[in-house]
């Protein structure tokens, strides 16, 4: 596609979003405010990255702390690239707890799955939190003993190579180290290994 196509695509595109917005802002104007709508209006300026920034923040200064923020804020959260998806879920639970929000509880579990892959000691971390936070939930009691486990098999794993390198640290032959080798009769021993030119030190050396 050539860069003129591109952006008469890109125009189209955007006037298709503001088209949809405008739409779902006329129904509210007649309907109401409701969460349900509020939500639609959001969700139909998926496909511009700012104005879908800028709505979320809308809906979130219109309804503050309540579970339709919360799911807004969710949602917005799952369209990031995953290093701002991470700080957006983290910045999710700290505002909306889990205990109180029930769709902080999604956010949680794209978080946990991101630090699983990265992190696997804050997936723990997180998994301990959410299951005291949710002590019902089966779903993180489940996670919390794969991640106990996990975290037990590498510990052991990593004792085992601890181990194993200290054994064949022990068995290893040092550098330079100093064997007696018998040379014949008429000459006294000579430590191997230790010798300038032909000539052994530490008293020893070759009668001439």
């Known amino acids: 596609m050539s860069p003129a196509a591109r952006r008469r695509t890109s125009s189209v595109a955007r006037t298709q979003v503001d088209a949809a917005a405008a739409a779902w802002r006329k129904v509210m104007a007649i309907d109401g405010e409701s969460p349900e709508l509020w939500l639609r209006l959001v969700r139909s300026v998926r496909e511009s990255p700012a104005k879908y920034k800028a709505l979320t923040d809308e809906l979130i200064a219109r309804l503050p702390h309540t579970d339709t923020a919360a799911q807004a804020y969710e949602l917005w959260a799952e369209s990031l690239p995953v290093t701002p998806r991470i700080a957006a ?10 205990q109180t929000f029930a769709s902080t509880a999604t956010g949680a579990m794209w978080l946990f799955a991101l630090y699983d892959d990265a992190a696997p000691v804050k997936a723990a971390a997180l998994a301990h939190a959410m299951a005291t936070a949710l002590p019902k939930d089966k779903e993180w009691q489940s996670k919390v003993a794969y991640s106990d486990t996990l975290a037990a098999a590498e510990a052991k794993a990593e004792a085992e190579r601890l181990h194993a390198h200290e054994v064949q640290f022990f068995f290893k032959e040092p550098a330079r180290v100093i064997f007696a080798k018998t040379r014949r009769l008429h000459e006294r021993r000579c430590l191997i290994g230790i010798t300038i030119g032909r ?10």
């Open 199 to 208: 000539e052994c030190r530490r008293g020893f050396w070759k009668h001439k």
């Open 89 to 98: 879920f983290e910045r999710l639970i700290a505002d909306y707890p889990p």
